[in-house]
């Protein structure tokens, strides 16, 4: 078995199935994960809907009861179950074995430790990395030792749905949620496993999108995708929606459709949040990633927030949610993270909240999306394959570092620039892209002048583009 280092990501550990992460590797990572983290309790395990995922978790578990732990198998999950188990009584740790909005091909683990803590490359996987390099030698490939695993600890499954529905119902108790019909997706992902419940708690009326968990769409359950939003717009136009929501294949990402079919650009989609959060609670902290910031900070700022500016991923998001204590963090990339879960990500809590915030103002979200474009817009996100990233950043620097208002290398690069524009550049901490993205206080229109200037100069890095042809536009 071939052990890659970049299967370790700086927060969670994916790869291609077979290819780089397999049964093998999976009964390892279980060992070695029990071994650093000094766990002798009971963990906790989940999967998404790939084929690939149930061997992989079958391979996990028989890992961890081989280190003496016991194994509570909730199966078929949401990441957000598997927090919240995390987060009960008895439980050292909890792993998701998903390859989240990743090509079906891919897979992986998300995990934390008792409470939702947190565990990056830096304080605790490396190691784990370390342990299996070292033990991979007493397991030939192919060897099947995860089938029978020595010292085998207790295992049963376990159905913690209806606790969490009834968490989550504490939270929006006192809630009267009334719409006429709301569109739903769930990707072929896992986000049926709840939203059908919850939509039977709030009395909500669903029309449902790729609602069976499995086969997930070939180039994997990304809902920000332009032909999967695209699927979404054409079939919420075929009917009248107050609004729609879509969820990645693990359904700790969520994305949101206005009434027309329109997808809610993300950024924006946390600064709504954020007003939502700062008028109830003054004063509070915000954690927000750095991608793209005026709307954001802009509402931070006007309702006396207190800025937690992040690095992007959500090991680092939830992180400084727990440093911090913040009330609510959102990233550009869907993720929307809870003082209440923990400091975890949500899809389910963004879900419930959105729907909140539309009943409590009185509002569309096609209103809300005009009222921050009134702030500031942005352009979709674009993310660029290229091969010598560090020439392509030395490149844009040497343009734009003398006549930028302000640098920041805090997360990558991100320059402010005169005339209120803004644009930043970051290598992926999941997939192997570049992510761009513009945006402007000033003149929209001249944005994408601004911005294909930009571009023009990455071009030449580019080795392929994820998708379509690189280009800009406004949201």
């Known amino acids: 078995m071939n052990l890659y280092t970049d299967v370790f990501r700086s927060g969670d550990v994916r790869g291609l199935y077979q290819q780089e992460i397999d049964e093998d590797f999976a009964y390892l990572f279980g060992r070695a994960f029990a071994e650093h983290f000094g766990l002798s309790g009971r963990v906790a395990t989940g999967r998404d809907s790939r084929e690939s995922s149930q061997d992989l978790q079958q391979a996990l578990n028989a890992g961890l009861q081989s280190a003496a732990n016991n194994v509570s198998d909730l199966g078929l999950c949401t990441t957000e179950l598997v927090y919240f188990a995390s987060m009960q009584a008895g439980f050292d740790a909890a792993i998701m074995v998903t390859g989240s909005h990743n090509p079906i091909n891919s897979n992986g683990f998300k995990c934390v430790l008792a409470g939702g803590r947190t565990i990056a490359f830096e304080d605790g996987l490396a190691e784990v990395l370390q342990i299996m390099v070292r033990q991979q030698g007493r397991y030939s490939k192919n060897s099947n030792a995860y089938r029978t695993p020595h010292n085998k600890a207790a295992y049963q499954r376990v159905n913690l749905v209806p606790q969490y529905i009834q968490f989550l119902s504490g939270l929006f108790s006192s809630e009267q949620l009334n719409f006429s019909r709301i569109a739903v997706n769930g990707l072929n992902g896992t986000a049926s496993t709840l939203v059908g419940p919850l939509s039977e708690v709030f009395d909500l009326p669903l029309a449902w999108l790729r609602k069976e968990p499995g086969p997930m769409p070939l180039q994997g359950a990304d809902p920000s995708r332009r032909a999967l939003s695209d699927e979404m717009a054409q079939f ?228 392929k583009a994820d998708g379509d042809e690189p280009c800009l536009q406004l949201q």
């Open 236 to 463: 919420m136009k075929q009917d009248h929606y107050d609004f729609g929501v879509a969820w990645d294949g693990d359904c700790d990402r969520c994305v949101f459709y206005d009434e027309q079919g329109n997808m809610l650009p993300s950024s924006y989609a946390v600064a709504i949040f954020a007003e939502h959060f700062l008028e109830m609670y003054p004063g509070e902290r915000i954690v927000y990633d750095n991608k793209l910031v005026f709307n954001t900070e802009a509402v931070i700022a006007r309702l006396s927030g207190r800025p937690a500016p992040a690095l992007t991923g959500s090991a680092f998001m939830r992180r400084e949610m727990r440093a911090t204590d913040a009330i609510y963090g959102g990233e550009s990339s869907a993720h929307h993270y809870f003082r209440a879960f923990s400091g975890c990500d949500s899809g389910m809590i963004a879900w419930l909240y959105m729907l909140q915030l539309l009943q409590r103002r009185e509002v569309s979200l096609q209103q809300l999306v005009q009222q921050s474009q009134q702030v500031a817009r942005c352009t979709a996100e674009i993310s660029l394959s290229i091969g010598d990233v560090n020439g392509a950043f030395s490149c844009i620097e040497n343009r734009y570092a003398s006549m930028a208002d302000r640098v920041d290398q805090f997360d990558g690069l991100a320059f402010w620039m005169p005339g209120g524009w803004r644009f930043s550049l970051k290598r992926s901490k999941t997939e192997d892209l570049v992510r761009l993205n513009f945006e402007t206080r000033g003149a929209a229109d001249d944005l994408l002048d601004q911005g294909e200037e930009v571009l023009s100069l990455l071009r030449p890095f580019v080795t």
